[in-house]
């Protein structure tokens, strides 16, 4: 997987700009988190990293292919290699946990045996710490056990770039633990992560990045230690803000 | 005055291309999906059973009622201007060309069409529609695809039942009341009974099937972040729909018989 770069873009709703002439590039192998206050578009801007909703101008380079103009067979090859982590969850209301996880795997290996793609689900369930019945629809998870689903289901191809929308909010303790020390795994198997966390202490701990927001606008963008020891105004009231939040 | 008039024709306008462009999205896809369409073709299934084969009890019960209504009132009423035999017409102008598809029509809507609406949405709100592009499934071939398929061929099968029981069923239930020959009840609408009749009936089944799963799975779409824009949106998909099969009815038979 290679560099993502987002260049002018914008992004239009309701006559209001969530997303004002963004510049920003995610580094190969790195993890980039973006921080910034409630509703600066946070969010909004992994999305659009993942080019997973529509914008009004601007492009999105992976390495130095367009993901708007890539050809039916490279994006293929772009969502095998990728992944997404919703705040929600976002797991498919009509299928099983089975059913969440297979598709996935059907679409890029579809040659691939059944013992070992049922083995493959298992073994990424097991990973989560998901021990219920494989069967089981969404609806009748709990609010945990979605979030490990929906964690299994974004690493069952092995992705090396893996986009996180707040994964740990929701999650009882014990849960968002599981969750942190996978996240950890994941970084150090060198896999591109971008993300938007509110745990400073994970922060801290993994970001290679900083990528700090403010009214669908960047604001600064550097390693941690640099955007820690910011002279900019907004920096350090965002970087304070979720501090103290915490 | 004048402004807001070129606002609403522009925005009409923007509307129809956009609603186009959407429909001719579809039957770009539709075509993958015919070449390559491994991991939709449960969802396929599903549509078919969902509205050609649980919508035949309704469909059925109805085509019955329909024909025994009809030829127990022509029966009563026609022989009285020694026009007895124009029942055989009437039946077929009825159930085959008009009443068939369009009541079938109007079942779909209201059955599968406010589904397919509201389940779209759902999934539009829930973020399932951005999961399902995340990991590299078109929403297109594989959410929209199979139920514009699914409910085109199923409106097909639901007027075939639709027409076997209209004008076989009900010959029976008319039985009680009115007796009339097999034979010749058999006979004369074969006799009547024209190719025309039969082509513009399966026409006009698949034309609604068409507006019913497009306008369904636009609607749907349609949906942003909210769930309460979902009922809106379905209220609008039926309307829609409605209005659109009746003005294509109209359009095919002026074009058809004249």
Not at chain 1, 78 to 100: C, E, G, I, P, T
Not at chain 2, 106 to 116: C, D, L, V
Request: with cysteine; glycine share 6%; hydrophobic share 50%.
């Amino acid at each position: 997987m290679h560099n993502i770069y987002l260049n002018n873009i914008t992004l239009i709703k309701n006559e209001r700009k969530i997303l004002s002439e963004v510049n920003v590039h995610f580094p190969k192998g790195k993890t980039s988190v973006i921080i910034g206050p409630s509703g600066c578009g946070k969010s909004t801007l992994l999305k659009v990293a993942a080019a997973l909703i529509p914008i009004d101008s601007g492009n999105i380079f992976v390495g130095d292919k367009n993901l708007f103009k890539m050809s039916p067979v490279d994006l293929l090859e772009f969502r095998k290699n990728s992944s997404f982590v919703f705040q929600d969850a976002a797991l498919w209301a009509n299928k099983s946990v089975y059913q969440n996880m297979s598709l996935p795997l059907k679409l890029h290996y579809p040659n691939m045996e059944n013992d070992i793609h049922d083995n493959k689900i298992l073994e990424m369930l097991r990973l989560v710490g998901y021990t219920d019945s494989i069967d089981l629809i969404p609806a009748a998870l709990s609010n945990g056990e979605r979030k490990m689903v929906s964690l299994a289901r974004a690493l069952i191809n092995s992705p090396e770039l893996i986009y996180m929308d707040n994964p740990l909010v929701l999650v009882d303790p014990s849960v968002a633990k599981k969750i942190k020390k996978l996240i950890m795994d994941i970084h150090n198997s060198n896999a591109t992560i971008i993300a938007n966390f509110s745990s400073p202490e994970l922060i801290k701990k993994i970001a290679d990045f900083l990528i700090v927001m403010k009214d669908g606008k960047i604001v600064e963008t550097g390693d941690i230690e640099s955007i820690l020891n910011s002279k900019n105004p907004n920096t350090a009231i965002i970087i304070s803000s979720l501090i103290n939040h915490s | 005055m004048l402004g807001k008039l070129g606002r609403w024709l522009i925005n009409h306008i923007k509307a129809l291309l956009y609603g186009l462009g959407f429909f001719f999205q579809i039957i770009k896809a539709t075509f993958g999906f015919i070449k390559n369409g491994r991991v939709g073709r449960k969802v396929l299934t599903m549509q078919i059973l969902f509205t050609g084969v649980q919508a035949l009890n309704n469909i059925s019960l109805i085509a019955v009622a329909l024909g025994a209504v009809i030829i127990i009132q022509g029966v009563g009423i026609l022989p009285q201007f020694g026009q007895g035999d124009l029942i055989y017409p009437i039946l077929i102008t009825i159930i085959t060309r008009e009443l068939g598809p369009m009541l079938c029509a109007f079942i779909i809507i209201a059955r599968s069409g406010t589904a397919i609406t509201t389940e779209i949405g759902s999934n539009v709100v829930n973020h399932e529609i951005e999961a399902y592009i995340a990991t590299g499934v078109n929403p297109l071939s594989y959410i929209a695809v199979p139920r514009f398929i699914g409910v085109t061929l199923s409106l097909l099968l639901l007027n075939f039942y639709f027409n076997f029981f209209g004008l076989i069923g009900s010959y029976f239930i008319t039985q009680f009341i009115y007796p009339i020959q097999a034979a010749e009840y058999f006979h004369k609408i074969l006799y009547n009974l024209h190719l025309d009749d039969i082509v513009s009936s399966i026409i006009k089944s698949l034309v609604f099937g068409v507006i019913i799963s497009v306008v369904s799975i636009y609607y749907g779409f349609q949906v942003e972040q909210s769930s309460t824009e979902i009922p809106q949106m379905t209220i609008k998909a039926v309307g829609t729909a409605f209005v659109l099969c009746i003005l294509a009815d109209a359009l095919i038979v002026l074009i058809y018989y004249t």
